[in-house]
């Protein structure tokens, strides 16, 4: 009879086991100012993630100029997927990937976050040369972040003739990948508590190309959306940071594409309807290269 009870009592607390377990696996729901997310535990059940949130569209009529921010979610967001990239030659198998829709984070969040115990936040800002990079677990995982009670962010931007083409012009002004970073911090800002974060402890890091961007956020604080900057191998002062804007960069593309013009609007206007891969292919070819830049101020810009 001994016997008989205690495999009962086994076979209860492995059923016990399994429930706790299962409702450890339960897929997180948020609900931002943007509307409801739902993201999924991590594997070993200590951490959850929200993936390839999308926080700025690129404008389809000109996907070379500023991006805005993203106006929320009617239904409930399913933030599974962090495989999103901007258009770029990769750095590993250098094959020409990516889509403009393309402007999403990632949040991990420790099981140990919530409304009681809110977390600090990193946000990482990935280098590359303002030509490459991506923000997704392949490069920039969040297990050991995470281990030490913080959540992170990792955020994507745009890339060479998308993010740092300087036409000198209202539509085409410059420092397109800078304004995208600046949507992303706004939208931690405003929707971190919802994760559990602190929006007084934002910490921004990066390197080469993600520091010398935040050093550039430093410089321009009309509004205070992080607290604190760790620069990594980069800075605004670095001779590859900024350069003067190169206005014949849209005439070279179009002329290199088929399109021959000396009118920056009508070379924009074709660019616009080109095939990413193509002028991504074309920048290469060219051998351009793309920077942040000083800009002129435009009315309305």
Same mark, same amino acid.
């Given at each position: 009879? $001994?016997?008989?009870?205690?495999?009962?009592?086994?076979?209860?607390?492995?059923?016990?086991?399994? +429930?706790?377990?299962?409702?450890? !696996?339960?897929?997180? #729901? %948020?609900?931002?100012?943007?509307?409801?997310?739902?993201?999924?535990?991590?594997?070993?059940?200590?951490?959850?993630?929200?993936?390839?949130?999308?926080?700025?569209?690129?404008?389809?009529?000109?996907? $070379?100029?500023?991006?805005?921010?993203?106006?929320?979610?009617?239904?409930?967001?399913?933030?599974?997927?962090?495989?999103? &990239?901007?258009?770029?030659?990769?750095?590993?198998?250098?094959?020409?990937?990516?889509? #403009?829709?393309? #402007? !999403?984070?990632?949040?991990?969040?420790?099981?140990?976050?919530?409304?009681?115990?809110?977390?600090?936040?990193?946000?990482?800002?990935?280098?590359?040369?303002?030509?490459?990079?991506?923000?997704?677990? @392949? #490069?920039?995982?969040?297990?050991?972040?995470?281990?030490?009670?913080? &959540?992170?962010?990792? +955020?994507?931007?745009?890339?060479?003739?998308?993010?740092?083409?300087?036409?000198?012009?209202?539509? %085409?002004?410059?420092?397109?990948?800078?304004?995208?970073?600046?949507?992303?911090?706004?939208? +931690?800002?405003?929707?971190?508590?919802?994760?559990?974060? *602190?929006?007084?402890?934002?910490?921004?890091?990066?390197?080469?190309?993600?520091?010398?961007?935040?050093?550039?956020?430093? @410089?321009?604080?009309?509004?205070?959306?992080?607290?604190?900057?760790?620069?990594?191998?980069?800075?605004?002062?670095?001779?590859?940071?900024?350069?003067?804007?190169?206005?014949?960069?849209?005439?070279?593309?179009? *002329?290199?594409?088929? $399109?021959?013009? @000396?009118?920056?609007?009508?070379?924009?206007?074709?660019?616009?309807?080109?095939?990413?891969?193509?002028? +991504?292919?074309?920048?290469?070819?060219?051998?351009?290269?793309?920077?942040?830049?000083?800009?002129?101020?435009?009315?309305? %810009?």
């Amino acid at each position: 009879m $001994f016997r008989k009870y205690q495999s009962l009592a086994i076979l209860a607390f492995y059923v016990l086991v399994h +429930i706790v377990e299962a409702s450890i !696996r339960i897929d997180p #729901l %948020v609900d931002t100012k943007l509307g409801l997310i739902r993201g999924l535990k991590s594997s070993d059940g200590q951490y959850s993630m929200f993936m390839g949130i999308p926080y700025a569209p690129v404008n389809k009529i000109n996907p $070379f100029g500023p991006s805005t921010a993203h106006q929320g979610f009617d239904e409930v967001f399913e933030a599974y997927d962090d495989s999103a &990239i901007c258009p770029q030659i990769e750095e590993f198998n250098k094959t020409n990937v990516g889509s #403009l829709d393309c #402007l !999403r984070l990632n949040v991990y969040v420790p099981n140990t976050a919530n409304s009681q115990n809110r977390l600090p936040v990193l946000v990482w800002i990935y280098g590359g040369g303002f030509g490459i990079g991506a923000g997704g677990r @392949y #490069l920039y995982g969040p297990s050991y972040l995470v281990r030490h009670d913080i &959540i992170l962010v990792t +955020i994507n931007y745009r890339l060479g003739p998308y993010g740092f083409m300087c036409l000198n012009n209202p539509a %085409v002004p410059g420092n397109q990948g800078l304004k995208d970073q600046r949507i992303a911090l706004k939208w +931690i800002k405003d929707n971190i508590k919802a994760f559990g974060g *602190d929006a007084n402890k934002i910490t921004i890091f990066g390197e080469s190309a993600g520091a010398a961007s935040e050093d550039l956020h430093l @410089y321009y604080q009309d509004q205070k959306l992080f607290d604190q900057v760790i620069m990594q191998s980069g800075n605004a002062l670095c001779p590859w940071a900024v350069e003067e804007p190169e206005e014949s960069s849209s005439f070279s593309l179009a *002329d290199h594409l088929g $399109f021959e013009t @000396y009118d920056k609007n009508e070379a924009l206007s074709f660019l616009s309807t080109v095939d990413t891969k193509l002028v +991504i292919a074309a920048s290469t070819e060219l051998n351009l290269t793309f920077r942040p830049c000083v800009e002129n101020d435009f009315i309305g %810009v």
